[in-house]
C-alpha cells in the first residue's frame, strides 16, 4: 500500500529498533546489510557505500520485495539499460553535477537523491523542475534536522527530506532531534475550528470501518504504540478498544492527496469497530471479507459433523474440491456461470487458506510482492496440466484428479555410473543445496534482538505476526487441564507403545556410573554424568501435527533428569496446542509448553524472558528461520546457550541389491520425498540389471501418484538420483562418503553390513525396516544429523542431554610420584606458578 510520504527516514546503524515505528508511515531507507524480507515493510535500498553490488545482486532485492535501489551514475546507467521498469530506480547525486546528465538517465528513473551541504530552497527548487517526472529527496549533509518550517517549504517545491534515524525521537522536538511525529504532520492542514483532522479508519484490506477525528498528540501516540489512538471530539484522547477490548493494530498512517485528512489502515481485534459490534460504522460488510469472517469463526467453533467442519479435518476432501472447482471454472463460458464457479472456487480456496492460518490480507501482500519482481518466468503450465483431461462423467473427483496427474509426464530420477564419472562429478554428488546461512540469520537476528530486548511484549507480538494468533501468555504450565489432551483411544495407545519403546532404548543409553581410573599409584581420575539444567525442545506445528517430535526430544531429556523442559510449539489457529502434543508433554514432564514457533520461540528459549525460561541447550528440527536463530544464539555469549546440531533438508539413501522388493525400495524412497521440495533422495544400484531399475522407477511413478503430497514428489524426485555402483563394497564406501541422515539397507546379507557403516545418522536393516518406524516408534531417535554432518554428529540421543565432569584426587605418595614431572612440564613451558604450586607441597611432605 503506497502512501504520501512526507520524510524518508534513513536507517542509520542504531536506527533498527526504529524499523517497527517507521514502518507505520511510509517506506524506510536502509543499507543492504539491514535488509529484512518482512510482510508489510517497504524499503528502499541505498547503494551509496556499496561498491562491490552487482547487477545479479541488485535484481535479487528488486525481486525480494525492496521498493526501490538508489544507485550512483554507474550503476544506474547499467540498470537502465539492463531494462529494469523507471519506478524502481532512483539516482544518488550531488546537487552540483545536475545538469551533466543525459535524457536517457533522467527519463530512467523515478526518483532523485540530492546530496546537499546546505537546504538552498531556490536551488532544490529548480532541480525540482529538472527533474519534472521523479521525485526529488534530500540529503543534507547536517548535523540537526530540519525543522518543520523548512520541511514544509522543500514539500512546497516538490521535494522531501532524508532523514537519518539519529535525528529522529519519540521524545519532544529538541535542536538536534526531531519528533517523528512532528514530520509526520508537517505538512497537515486542518480547517476546523478545533483544528482536528478528519480520519478514515479502514481495514487490512482497505474496507471502511468508520469515521473518527485525530489531533497530533493522538498520532504521535499510534505512530509510537502501534495501536489505534484517536480524538473525542468531547472526551479528549481515545485509546481505541480500552474498555471494549476491540483494540487495533496500526499497519499504515497516511495523509491524502491534499494534506488535510488521514487514513489509518488497521487490524481490528474483537467484536469490530463500531459501537453496535459490528465491524464496520457503515453497515456489515460483504463479499470476500465476510466470508473470511464466517470461515474464521468456522474454523473456531463450527460443530463436528458440519461440511466446514469436514473440509478443515478432511485435507484431502478439500483438495478435491478445489481441484473440481478449478475444473468447472475452467470449462464455464457465460458470464453468470463464471461468476458462480469462481465464488464457489474462492471459497474453497479461501477455506484452504484460513486453515493454514492466511488471510486475505496476506494473500495481497503476496500479490503486491509478486508484482513488485523485476524478472519473470516464462509462465508455461506445469507438464501435467498442460494435456486437456478426458471429459466424463462416470469417474469421481478423486478419480478425476489422480487420472489428471498420471497424465503428466513420469516422475522420474537421474540417473549416474560411478565407473563412468570423474573425481570431481563424484564430490558435485556429494554436495548438498546451498545453505546461505550468513544471508538467513541477518534476516532473523532483528526477531531475535527484539525477544531479547522487550521479552514478552515482542514475543506475543511477533506471534500475532507470524503464527496468527492473538494470545494473552504464549506459555502453558503444569498441571496441564485434562480437556487439552483429549484424544482418540487408537492414538494414545499408539503414543503410549512408541514412548514404552523410545524410553527402553534411551534409558538402556544413560551414563549412570562414573568411570574411575588409577591412571598411578596414588592418582585416581574420575569421570562422571550430570543432566542438563534446563532445555528447550522445538517442536515444528501450527497446521500440522507433531508428537512424535515432541517424543523424541523429550523422552531423553526425561530419561536424563533434566529439571526444567521447555516445549515449544506453534499455536493453531484457535490458540491452542494440538492435543497429541499435550498428551505428550505430560507424559515427559515438560515444565513450560511456549506457545510459540519460528525464531521468537528460539531466541525466548535462549535468552528468556519474564514468563519463558531461560535454557542451556536448545534441540529440535525447524525450517530456515528456525535453523538460523539456533546457529546465532549459540554464537552469542549472552545467550549462553548450545544447540543440539546444525540442520538442513531431509535425507535417505537406500542401498538395494538384486534382492530387494521394487515396491520396498520405491516406498523408501518416496517416504523422504514428500517431506519437502529440498529433500535429498538417493538410491544406491548395486549391479542392478536395466529391468530391475525400470521396475523401480515404475513403482515410484505408481507409488507417488497416488499420495496427497504428489505435487512435492514431483518437485523433489526429479532432482534425486540413482547411482550404479557394481559391487556391495563399492556401494558402502560412496555411502560412508556421503554420510547420509537415514541409510536404508535392502541386501541380501544386510544384517553382516553394519560393521562396514561408518557415517550415517540412522541405519534400517533389511526389507522389513521402513524408515518410517524409526521416525516414530522403533525406539531410536529420529531427530538425526544432515548435509553430511553425520560424518562428526551423532543423532540425538540420551547423552545429549547429559554433561561430563571429570575430577582427580591425588594422595601424598601420589604427588611424590607425579609432581616432579608435572614441575619438569611446568618449567619447559615456563609458568613458574604452576611448577611452585606442586614443589610447595612436596617440600611440605
Known sequence: MHSMAVFLPLLDEQ????????SRIGPIVIPPSQFTDLPGHRYYITLENTPDATLDHILSWLNEGVEKVILPLTLAKELISAGVPSERLCLLLDVRNVSALTDTVRNGVSGVF???RTIDIDLISSVSTFFATSSIHVLPGTTSPPSVSTIRALLATGA??????????????????????????????????????????????????????????????????????????????????????ATQEVLHIRLDCDSDSLEFRVKQRGAGFCHLNRQSCFGEVNGLPALESTLRSRLEQSPKGSYTRRLFDDPALLQSKIMEEADELCRAEAQKDVAFEAADLLYFVLAKCIQAGVGIAEIEQSIDAKAKRVTRRPG????????????TTSLSTKQLSLQNQISGPKIRMRTVDLAEITPEDRLQLMRRPVLKSDEMISKVKPIVDDVRIRGDAALLELTAKFDKVQLKSTVILPPFASETMEIGDEVRAAIDQAYSNIYKFHAAQLDKEPLVVETMPGVVCTRFARPIGRVGLYVPGGTAILPSTALMLGIPAQVAGCKEIVLATPPRADGSISPEVMYVAHRVGASTILKAGGAQAVAAMAYGTTTVPKVDKIFGPGNQWVTAAKMLVQNDTDALVSIDMPAGPSEVLVMADYSANPAFVAADLLSQAEHGADSQVVLVAINLSAEKLVEIEREVDVQANALTRVAIVRESIPKSIIVKTYSTEEAITFSNEYAPE?????????SERVAEIEN?????????????????????????PTNGY????????????QKHITSQQISSEGLKRLGPVVATLADCEGLDAHANAVRIRLSAN
Do not use: M
Open 114 to 116: 540530492l546530496k546537499t
Open 760 to 784: 550415517a545418522g540412522s541405519v534400517f536393516v533389511g526389507a522389513f525396516t521402513p524408515e518410517s518406524c524409526g521416525d516414530y516408534a522403533s525406539g531410536t531417535n529420529h531427530t538425526l
Open 160 to 245: 522531501k527530506p532524508v532523514i537519518p534515524t539519529s535525528q529522529l525521537t519519540l521524545s519532544p522536538t529538541s535542536q538536534s532531534q526531531i519528533n517523528v511525529a512532528d514530520v509526520f504532520l508537517a505538512p497537515i492542514i486542518s480547517d476546523r475550528p478545533d483544528a482536528l483532522f478528519p480520519t478514515i479508519v479502514s481495514s487490512e484490506t482497505g474496507h471502511s470501518l468508520g469515521l473518527v477525528y485525530s489531533s497530533v498528540e493522538s498520532v504521535r501516540e499510534s505512530i509510537i504504540t502501534g495501536k489505534g489512538v484517536y480524538q473525542s471530539r468531547k472526551h479528549g484522547l481515545w485509546r481505541k478498544g480500552e474498555t471494549s477490548g
Open 790 to 801: 553425520a560424518r562428526q554428529f551423532s543423532g540425538v540421543n540420551t547423552l545429549s542431554f
Open 742 to 750: 537415514h541409510l536404508i539397507l535392502h541386501l541380501e546379507d544386510a
Open 380 to 391: 508455461n503450465a506445469k507438464p501435467q496440466w498442460t494435456k486437456e483431461p478426458k471429459t
Open 15 to 22: 536506527g533498527l529498533d526504529w524499523i517497527p515505528v517507521l
